[in-house]
């Protein structure tokens, strides 16, 4: 997925602590000078936990994988941008994307052959007393679009 850049720079397990979810690893960011660090793609910095490899899918094999499939999100703005993502790589762009705070199904992705539905959790601008549970924002999103 990198050949936009032919050099990767890598940083050490401590880049950022809070990202390496119990694994030692390090990221690997595509640079255009590893030496001086000039010309680093940031946006495309990947999370390599060592002795493990995520398989790189190119853009007709995901879309191939995702043919006939419904994809649910649940989460805050991180999990909103995982979406967002996938839905990118899909379709080799993002035309419809928003920072909705409620639930949302997004439309022509892969030529309208996959679903994608996220959902806001927690719902932190409600009193407490009126937030719902994360398992009833599920069942209203799976009774929604499943």
């Known amino acids: 997925m990198f050949n936009v850049h032919s050099t ?3 940083y050490d397990s401590t880049f950022p602590d809070f990202m390496n979810m119990f694994n030692t690893g390090h990221w690997v960011v ?5 030496k001086t660090g000039e010309g680093c ?3 495309r910095a990947t999370w390599q936990p060592v002795g493990c ?3 790189q899918f190119s853009r007709r094999r995901l879309q191939q994988c995702l043919r006939g ?14 979406a967002n993502y996938i839905i ?7 035309h419809d994307w928003d920072k909705t705070h409620t639930t949302r199904l997004y439309q022509n992705v892969n030529n309208n052959r ?3 539905a996220f959902s806001y959790y927690p719902h932190f601008w409600l009193p407490v ?4 549970s994360f398992k009833k924002v599920l069942y209203q999103l799976f009774k929604r679009y499943v």
């Open 53 to 55: 490899s995520y398989q």
């Open 30 to 34: 595509p640079c255009t000078d590893c």
């Open 114 to 116: 996959t679903q994608v």
């Open 41 to 43: 793609t940031w946006s």
């Open 129 to 132: 007393t009126h937030r719902p």
């Open 8 to 10: 990767q720079r890598q």
């Open 88 to 94: 990118e790589q899909t379709n080799d762009t993002l």
């Open 69 to 82: 499939r419904k994809l649910l999100f649940i989460g805050d703005s991180t999990n909103r941008g995982i």
